[in-house]
């Protein structure tokens, strides 16, 4: 059985870091892309960043680009998103889910979510 | 990067309605176009992509459509568990984005 299990989320200051984590289950990292999606208090769903199966390919959003890292670590099927810099704006509830591929195929499988919440 | 409009952004429906949704691309975005359910505390699922071929253990009261630039997602016979909100997403090209979401009330 699929399952994708976030955790790391919590309240953290302006301008410092957190690191989130996703463990996956049910699959190997290295049989698909794997992204992360947030969505904010409220609001709509927004893609973040995404990490193809072999690793060798990493897109972001220009909102996060230069401050966010994502990465995976094949031997504990375990996705990860580094956040720097954090902003007031970064406040939202970070998801990640697969794709078969980098592009051209849907979000088959989501986690719960962790919610990370930016404060001055 | 590519524009996703979602229309309505709201809608009242009863028990046994048929609603309907719709999403239009800014650039050509092919069949590569998703939509996706998200009921309240919940994460979002993938229903069914553009050519209306629906994940497994969707329910057939589900279907999508295309013409041109125009997805539309239709929900007939509304059940109580459909109420939530759908978003449209397109994959064709990176930044894959979210049109802004349709709260089914």
């Known amino acids: 059985q699929v399952q994708l299990l976030e955790s790391g989320g919590g309240v953290v200051q302006t301008g410092r870091s957190l690191n989130l984590s996703c463990v996956a289950s049910?699959?190997?990292?290295?049989?698909?892309?794997l992204h992360w999606v947030r969505q904010a208090p409220g609001k709509g769903l927004e893609w973040v960043a995404v990490?193809?199966?072999?690793?060798?390919?990493?897109y972001y959003a220009k909102a996060v680009e230069g401050r966010f890292t994502i990465s995976r670590d094949t031997s504990q099927n375990t996705l990860y998103l580094q956040m720097n810099s954090l902003r007031g704006d970064d406040t939202a509830v970070y998801y990640c889910?697969?794709?078969?591929?980098?592009?051209?195929?849907?979000?088959?499988?989501w986690g719960q979510g962790t919610l990370v919440t930016v404060s001055s | 990067d590519i524009q996703m409009t979602q229309s309505p952004s709201s809608l009242s429906a009863s028990v046994g309605d048929t609603v309907t949704i719709t999403c239009r691309a800014s650039?050509?975005?092919?069949?590569?176009l998703y939509w996706y359910q998200q009921r309240p505390g919940e994460a979002p699922n993938f229903l069914i992509n553009?050519?209306?071929t629906r994940q497994s253990g969707v329910p057939s009261r589900f279907s999508a459509a295309v013409s041109g630039p125009r997805f539309t997602l239709t929900i007939t016979n509304l059940q109580r568990e459909d109420y939530g909100t759908y978003y449209c997403?397109?994959?064709?090209?990176?930044?894959?984005?979210f049109g802004g979401g349709t709260k089914v009330e």
């Open positions: 889910a697969r794709s078969e591929f980098l592009e051209r195929r849907p979000f088959d499988y």
């Open positions: 049910g699959f190997s990292l290295s049989d698909c892309a």
């Open positions: 650039q050509f975005v092919d069949d590569y």
């Open positions: 997403q397109q994959s064709y090209i990176s930044p894959h984005t």
């Open positions: 990490i193809s199966w072999d690793g060798a390919h990493k």
């Open positions: 553009g050519a209306s």
